[in-house]
């Protein structure tokens, strides 16, 4: 007896224990299936007490286990669990057919492998999920294509439900009020542009020459405008109008020259390890102390120099920096520290070096510049030519004034010292600029 009640109380311990968290399921389950799961119990005690007094008769007529899953033993239940099933079509009223699917759609992805790119096969989540799109982003793409043939357009901004939203015919309005400003061109600019909106700071630095010039062109065309076109007044200011053209245009055409040379050099010291392009020049005078006390505005303060030498072919910068009481701005600091920058800083591999600097005559267009680059040659064997090419005036912007331009001075410097501190963190990429501190014994 205690092997029977064993036997009838383990399937129920073990297969109904509410290990999952659809409890409500599970009762249902239990309510439907607990007659059936209570006979079959009893069964397998029929059974194996057959099996240990061999009383075959009670076994053949015991039910079989099945017919005890799947039929009740009342015959009324089951005509009426029949009449409450009804298996579901998918038809529509009155005998039409049913609507299917027009297309089949299936998602795969491209992965490599073993060195080549093959498709798989996947199934819709994993498509939303490698993608990171939603469900309803399929499906609105997949309508589409099923319609149309071509994937939905996108339609923000076409709704008319802004009504703040400016007509084209007023963008069309802004758009030549833009454009009616009068432009200006780029002084330091090779190619002839035209800005649309001229609006910024007067510009400074500009050539004189190319100023000059402009202004007595458009004098020339407010005279025209105010004579006879047949008068001899006219023809003359005609011709003098032509000539200062033809001025102009040559002024310029030399100004183009020096980029054309800057440019070829740079691409040539990129190419070939021998050869080198290189600018400098001298920044602006930086007080010390740089401070806001008034005090300071009426008092003589000291000058903190820096010589600027940027290497066209790797964009590296070089700030040799010292102070008046250690040396001046002449020629021969600017052959000190050229020597300097030739001698530690650049390979002996390079035997070709181009030279581009401002027209400056106290620091670089002069004779101690020319006797030092004969003795580089000539005498000291450090290189085997040196090409230093001059530009005209007005028309001398390089790389070297848009590496000053990134410098803040208007920091706040106390000594010499804050300056070089600020110079090391004016910029970041491609590499912050080298500074080297010049001593008297340099010079």
Known sequence: MELELLLVKMPFQQKYRPCTPNYGKLRRTR????????????????????LIYGDKTSEQNTPDLGSHMCNDTNPASNEKRDDKIERRRSRKEDGQQAEF??????????????????????????????FDVTENRV??????LATTGLPPKNKQGQHNNRPHALSQEEKDLVIGHIQSFRGRASHYSRKRTRRIIAFGYPRKDTCSTCDGLKCKIEGGNTQLN????????????????DGQKSTFELHQRKG????????AARMGAQRSDGMEAVCFDYQKNLPCPNITTQDVYYSRQLSFHSFNIHVLSSDKVFFYCYDETVGKKGSDDVCSMLFDCFSRLF????KHISLFCDSCAGQNKNWTVLRFMYYLVHMAKRFDTITMTLPVRGHSYMECDRDMANVDQSSPAEVPDD??????????????????NMTSEKF
Request: proline fraction near 4%.
């Open 226 to 241: 105010e004579l006879p076109p047949d008068s001899e007044r006219a023809a003359l200011l005609l011709r003098q109008k």
């Open 139 to 144: 499906r609105r793409v997949r309508d589409a």
């Open 347 to 350: 390979s002996h591999d390079v």
């Open 256 to 263: 183009e020259v020096f980029y054309d040379r800057k440019k």
């Open 101 to 130: 699917h027009k297309c089949a759609f299936k998602y795969h992805m491209n992965i490599v492998r073993d060195g080549r790119s093959s498709k798989i096969d996947i199934c819709i989540k994993a498509f939303t999920s490698i």
């Open 31 to 50: 309510q439907n299936l607990g007659r059936a799961e209570t006979e079959v119990a009893l069964v397998l005690v029929v059974r194996l007490v057959c």
């Open 419 to 436: 300056w070089r501190k600020v110079l090391e963190a004016a910029r970041v990429k491609p590499e912050p600029f080298n500074v080297i």
